[in-house]
């Protein structure tokens, strides 16, 4: 079964506008992970958030995380047509396995 | 480091017979896992590895799958007999020691026709 589930499914935006996805999860996490994918390719990093962690920059990258609420947000400012892809949230638990679980993906286009 | 190599890339096959998929991990990394990527399902864990050992299979789907990890550079996932509904794409992914970033190869797309 899968840990996260994203929100929305699908985002469609001009360039140049921010994107927001969100994920939400169901038990106890050691970190939370966005990944992206373009189609037909494999998954790619983007950055880690730990628990303890409430926010993170990478670039035009922002990570938010609630873990009282269960839940994570990752922005996009200033997006570019290159953005377009989808995106995964991941978390590994808490309960020391290792076991690296994905969510369902929102899906973003980024409008010329 | 070349990254992680799966191979083939694509494979189409006829129901009942035999898949085998494989993964070279990146050079150092002792945690493996094995998902399928469907539009259906999504992205789920089949198997995962830490140094060469199976630590959770709950994701098999059954019997027909087993999963493999003879040595630290190399893996196997095998579909015995295979059928349409597995067709889907398969990665395999690799990390370092604890909780970290996990780096996919890029997939095999497998159809059982």
Same mark, same amino acid.
């Given at each position: ?21 969100? *994920?939400? @999860?169901?038990?106890? $996490?050691?970190n939370?992970?966005? @990944?992206r994918?373009?189609?037909?390719r494999?998954l790619?990093?983007? $950055? ?7 926010e993170?920059? #990478?670039?035009?990258?922002?990570v ?7 839940s #994570?947000?990752?922005? $996009? ?8 892809a989808?995106?995964? *949230? ?23 | 480091d =070349?990254?992680?190599?799966? +191979?083939?890339?694509h ?15 990146? +050079?150092?990394?002792n945690s493996?896992?094995? &998902? ?7 992205? %789920? ?9 199976p630590?959770?299979? +709950?994701?098999?789907p059954?019997?027909r799958? +087993? =999963?493999?990890?003879?040595? =630290? ?9 295979? %059928?349409?509904?597995?067709? /889907?794409? &398969?990665?395999? /992914?690799s990390s370092?020691?604890? &909780?970290?970033? =996990?780096?996919?190869g890029q ?7």
């Amino acid at each position: 079964s899968q840990q996260g589930e994203e929100d929305p499914q699908a985002l469609s935006i001009q360039e140049g506008e921010n994107a927001t996805m969100n *994920c939400s @999860y169901k038990t106890s $996490i050691n970190n939370l992970q966005w @990944y992206r994918q373009n189609s037909g390719r494999g998954l790619v990093h983007l $950055i880690l958030i730990r628990s303890n962690e409430r926010e993170k920059h #990478s670039g035009r990258l922002r990570v938010t995380l609630d873990t009282s609420k269960k839940s #994570s947000s990752l922005l $996009i400012t200033a997006s570019r047509a290159a953005d377009t892809a989808s995106y995964f *949230c991941a978390t590994h638990g808490s309960s020391n396995t290792g076991k690296l679980i994905f969510g369902q993906g929102t899906t973003l286009q980024v409008k010329p | 480091d =070349a990254g992680v190599i799966q +191979s083939p890339r694509h494979e189409v096959t006829e129901m009942g017979q035999e898949v085998t998929l494989r993964c070279k991990p990146i +050079s150092g990394h002792n945690s493996l896992f094995w &998902y399928r990527q469907t539009m259906m399902r999504g992205l %789920e864990l089949l198997i995962y590895f830490n140094n060469n050992v199976p630590i959770d299979d +709950s994701g098999m789907p059954e019997d027909r799958f +087993s =999963a493999k990890m003879p040595n =630290a550079s190399f893996s196997t996932l095998k579909i015995q007999p295979s %059928e349409p509904r597995d067709s /889907a794409v &398969y990665f395999c /992914a690799s990390s370092s020691a604890g &909780y970290t970033e =996990a780096f996919f190869g890029q997939g095999t797309r497998l159809t059982v026709v």
